[in-house]
């Protein structure tokens, strides 16, 4: 096969691979809203662990799919402090703040308690926690239903704390 041959059935591949994830259904996200199912095409991007395909799937408008990911992968596989941070932006997506904010109060403590998190990623569980319980706070369950109290409540947390009150 020469290598114009070859280059060419890539990117048909390519291209074939392409329009099969596009079809894919993100079957965690909420139904029966409209009454149709939300369609996506999940993210390609190569990632080496659980926690970066994670995120991937949830920066392509998929976090439905980061959750299908999670669950089909092994229990050793998910038990890091990335993959329950990832875990925990995928309902926030989902549209379960609440539950979001549950999943990372749980992985902060479990930080706490084994000390077997990095800085990085106890920062980045604090923020999420901040972020989320700020959200949460406001009385808001979906944060894609009330985008304007999100936006309240995350301009809130820029208050410096002299001038709250």
Known sequence: MSRASEGAATALLAVGMGLALAVVVDLG???????KLAT????????E????????????????????????????????AA????????LFELGNAPEALKTVRT???ICEVTGGCTWGERAQLTRLEVV??????????????NPAKV???????????AFAR
């Open 107 to 109: 992985a902060v403590r």
């Open 151 to 161: 936006d309240e409540a995350l301009h809130g947390l820029l208050k410096p704390a």
């Open 83 to 90: 993959v329950a941070a990832a875990h925990a932006r995928a």
């Open 49 to 80: 662990g659980l926690a970066e395909r994670m995120e991937a799937q949830i920066a392509a408008g998929a976090p439905g799919v980061a959750l299908a990911i999670e669950q089909s992968a092994s229990t050793e596989a998910r038990d890091s």
């Open 132 to 145: 989320f319980g700020a959200v949460v706070n406001a009385g808001v369950i979906d944060p894609k239903q």
């Open 40 to 47: 996506t095409a999940p993210s390609t991007a190569p990632g």
């Open 29 to 35: 996200a909420p139904q029966g809203r409209d009454g």
